[in-house]
């Protein structure tokens, strides 16, 4: 499910991961020199996968608008980043 909350509070990514577990999120950025900041404007959450494309979505219009976002977050389906499965030879 995409929930758009287009919130006028400046958070940091911490926060935003901390507020909303296990979802990735679009968030609006002030400029290009703020972006190593890890602070941003939070535009919408998505809860599911499901909902991938319809961030997506919104990431394209906002863009056309001339807003600069970023995508963060993640649903943890794997809770790793690289290899997840060992694999032994016996």
Not at 3 to 19: A, F, G, Q, V, Y
Request: charged fraction near 35%; aromatic fraction near 8%; include cysteine.
């Amino acid at each position: 499910m995409l929930r758009i909350l287009d919130e006028k509070e400046l958070k940091t990514d911490n926060e935003i991961e901390r507020l909303y577990k296990n979802c990735k999120y679009l968030c609006i950025l002030d400029s290009l020199d703020r972006i190593a900041d890890n602070d941003g404007y939070l535009y919408c959450v998505s809860t599911s996968e499901d909902s991938l494309n319809e961030l997506f979505d919104e990431r394209d219009k906002l863009q056309e608008q001339g807003k600069i976002c970023c995508i963060g977050g993640s649903y943890n389906n794997g809770g790793a980043i690289g290899v997840q499965y060992e694999y032994t030879k016996e």
